[in-house]
């Protein structure tokens, strides 16, 4: 029982790195999501997808890219890190009818 | 866009029954969700309900949604110290799938022995 499944836990980057968060759901859903959590807030959502090859800004996308090659994966791209990037990013998905899963997070640190 | 808020903190003692209340704005959301997070953990889908049903009961868990109101319930029976958490509200719109869900700031369950 994969579920949805975040790679890595932790990192800690350096201000104007790059890097890619993984996300893989192995329960055939078409919505995924990327979603960072900052302390005392709740989730807000950054990119989403409806299915291989459809993406769309949340609201909070600068900053943040993706892609949707195939079903399963949704990486999340930081191109040039900045210290206000410093939080906990949440990937999920839906069959759009009820249910929606998350991952157990990346938190990421950049310093 | 959509709304949703939550008290940050309730404090109960074991044994006793939590009852964490959520509003939203949106009238035509169609599915409410409650979430659980343990500290440094993911979040943990606890139950949902769609917006045509009034209450839906799991085991220790009740949800009350009052559609006119736009308010949700989560009443968690027998409180125990594995409750400790923070609990998050979360609603989806009308657009189906493809919004996502907008959350509360979440409410930090005590437990007090």
């Known amino acids: 029982n994969a579920g949805v499944t975040q790679t890595p836990k932790f990192r800690i980057l350096k201000i104007g790195q790059s890097m890619t968060l993984q996300c893989a759901q192995d329960m055939n859903h078409n919505y995924m999501y990327w979603y960072r959590q900052d302390p005392g807030m709740g989730l807000k959502l950054i990119y989403y997808s409806v299915g291989a090859g459809i993406t769309d800004k949340g609201e909070v996308p600068n900053g943040y890219n993706v892609s949707r090659s195939t079903t399963e994966d949704f990486p999340l791209r930081l191109e040039l890190a900045a210290p206000s990037q410093t939080s906990v990013y949440f990937c999920?998905?839906?069959?759009?009818?009820?249910?929606?899963?998350f991952g157990q997070g990346t938190r990421l640190t950049v310093v | 866009g959509e709304d949703v808020e939550q008290s940050l903190f309730l404090s109960v003692r074991e044994g006793d029954s939590s009852v964490i209340n959520c509003t939203y704005t949106?009238?035509?959301?169609?599915?409410l969700y409650w979430y659980k997070q343990e500290p440094g953990a993911g979040l943990q889908l606890l139950t949902y309900?769609?917006?045509?049903?009034d209450m839906k009961q799991d085991q220790r868990l009740t949800v009350l949604l009052n559609k006119k109101d736009k308010h949700l319930s989560l009443r968690i029976a027998d409180t125990q110290t594995g409750d400790s958490a923070i609990y998050f509200c979360a609603v989806r719109g009308s657009g189906g799938g493809a919004d996502g869900l907008t959350f509360g700031k979440g409410t930090h369950l005590i437990i007090q022995p």
């Open positions: 309900i769609f917006s045509n049903m």
């Open positions: 949106d009238s035509s959301s169609t599915y």
């Open positions: 999920a998905s839906s069959s759009g009818r009820g249910e929606a899963f």
